[in-house]
């Protein structure tokens, strides 16, 4: 069982250009935003044209506690204009149930990536392959792309690991990045994928 022969603890971040998606319960509160790579502005994307009102709270570039209203009068899309370094959250008012969108964007309007946790801290075994791979940062080749074999906990698609997935090896805080095609093999509670990896510095 893989469990039980994992030599490694890995944690998993999946680059996406949304900080949260997400349905506004009956608090109007949404928090546990990730933290963008750079300051930016806050834009929010509603599933329908409705009319209400939102409070941003984080921090500015001075780390200084900061808010910023956005009102919605029969729209979806609005975009705040002050800079957040940090993100707390979100409280909602008037659009209970609605479906939201938390995206980020930079000085000159572009999106602003972020790192959304998929595991914190799961079991794996992570070994090199006998494939060959491009090192796009030196143009050369390296031998032996790493291979990682993942527990499948849940059938969840967004909870199976995806190419461009960030996996950090617990131990040694080594980055690797998940690439081409996952495959999933085992049955029933011995399942799991196998994951092929590039190593990655500075993500």
């Given at each position: 069982?893989?469990?039980?022969?994992?030599?490694?603890?890995?944690?998993?971040?999946?680059?996406?250009?949304?900080?949260?998606?997400?349905?506004?319960?009956?608090?109007g509160?949404v928090?546990?935003?990730?933290?963008?790579?750079?300051?930016?502005?806050?834009?929010?994307?509603?599933?329908?044209?409705?009319?209400?009102?939102a409070?941003?709270?984080?921090?500015?570039?001075?780390?200084t506690?900061?808010?910023?209203?956005?009102?919605?009068?029969?729209?979806?899309?609005?975009?705040?204009?002050?800079?957040?370094?940090?993100?707390?959250?979100?409280?909602?008012?008037?659009?209970?149930?609605?479906?939201?969108?938390?995206?980020?964007?930079?000085?000159?309007?572009?999106?602003?990536?972020?790192?959304?946790?998929?595991?914190?801290?799961?079991?794996?075994?992570?070994?090199?392959?006998?494939?060959?791979?491009?090192?796009?940062?030196?143009?050369?080749?390296?031998?032996?792309?790493?291979?990682?074999?993942?527990?499948?906990?849940?059938?969840?698609?967004?909870?199976?690991?995806?190419?461009?997935?960030?996996?950090?090896?617990?131990?040694?805080?080594?980055?690797?990045?998940?690439?081409?095609?996952?495959?999933?093999?085992?049955?029933?509670?011995?399942?799991?994928?196998?994951?092929?990896?590039?190593?990655?510095?500075?993500?």
């Amino acid at each position: 069982m893989l469990v039980s022969l994992a030599r490694n603890r890995i944690s998993v971040k999946r680059q996406s250009t949304t900080g949260k998606s997400t349905t506004i319960d009956n608090t109007g509160i949404v928090d546990s935003l990730p933290t963008p790579f750079q300051p930016c502005s806050i834009l929010l994307e509603l599933g329908s044209t409705s009319t209400g009102s939102a409070v941003i709270e984080g921090t500015d570039n001075t780390d200084t506690s900061q808010s910023e209203t956005l009102s919605f009068t029969s729209a979806k899309l609005r975009q705040g204009i002050k800079i957040f370094k940090t993100i707390t959250r979100i409280v909602f008012t008037g659009l209970n149930g609605k479906t939201v969108k938390v995206k980020y964007r930079g000085l000159d309007g572009s999106s602003v990536k972020v790192q959304n946790i998929i595991y914190s801290c799961i079991n794996a075994q992570i070994s090199a392959s006998r494939q060959n791979w491009n090192n796009d940062r030196s143009g050369t080749v390296e031998n032996g792309n790493i291979k990682i074999m993942i527990p499948l906990y849940c059938a969840n698609d967004e909870n199976k690991i995806q190419a461009g997935d960030l996996i950090m090896d617990l131990e040694s805080n080594q980055t690797y990045l998940a690439t081409g095609m996952i495959l999933e093999e085992g049955v029933g509670i011995n399942r799991f994928q196998i994951v092929y990896a590039e190593r990655r510095e500075r993500t």
